[in-house]
Structures are given as C-alpha cells and as structure tokens.
C-alpha cells in the first residue's frame, strides 16, 4: 500500500513546469525526472522525518529532501500532516527562501 502524500497547488505548478523545461530537450528524460519525484513523495511520505529542517531558510514547519538521482531538485514538504503535503518542488539553485515566501502551508 502506498503512504498517502499530496502536491499543493503551487506544488502541482512546481512539478508541471519543471517537466515542461525538461521536456523540451527530452519528454523521456522529463518523465523520468517526474516519475523519480512521485516516488520520493512516497517514500516521505512513509518516513516523513527523513528531510531536514533548514531554519537558515525558514522557521515554517517543513522539510527539505534533495532527490538522490536528480540532485537540482528538492522536495519541501510538512512532515506533519495527514496526507503529506508537499508543499514546493524546486531548482535547487533557486533562492528557496525567497521561492517559500507567502506560499501557503
């Protein structure tokens, strides 16, 4: 049975723009990217305190996961909740401070 996560709506825009930047180089190298991200979803949300909190970007009650095989990608997620809410997926390179700012958790 998978552990039940959810995207946020912002999250939802996150992952479908990441898969279009990708996709206009390879449609298969962009569903394998979104294919790796589902699947780390899920494994958080079996093990949600696997991210660590990063109070030098915010205080909020989320946690941060970079993705193993696609190491430009972090998952941001509140380990509290029920389903998981993954609330932002993320160029790692962005200033994720300032990519949090006024996203509602």
């Known amino acids: 049975m998978n552990a039940p996560f959810q995207f946020t709506p912002q999250a939802t825009e996150d992952l479908d723009a990441i898969w279009w930047f990708i996709a206009e180089h390879s449609r298969d190298a962009a569903d394998r990217v979104e294919m790796e991200i589902v699947a780390t979803c899920r494994r958080l949300a079996k093990h949600p305190l696997m991210g660590t909190k990063r109070q030098d970007i915010t205080l909020l009650p989320v946690r941060f996961w970079t993705l193993p095989k696609f190491s430009n990608y972090v998952i941001v997620y509140m380990p509290d ?4 809410q993954v609330v ?11 990519a949090l700012e006024g996203r509602p958790l």
């Open 81 to 84: 909740s029920a389903p998981l």
């Open 88 to 98: 932002a997926v993320l160029h790692g390179k962005r200033d994720l401070k300032k």
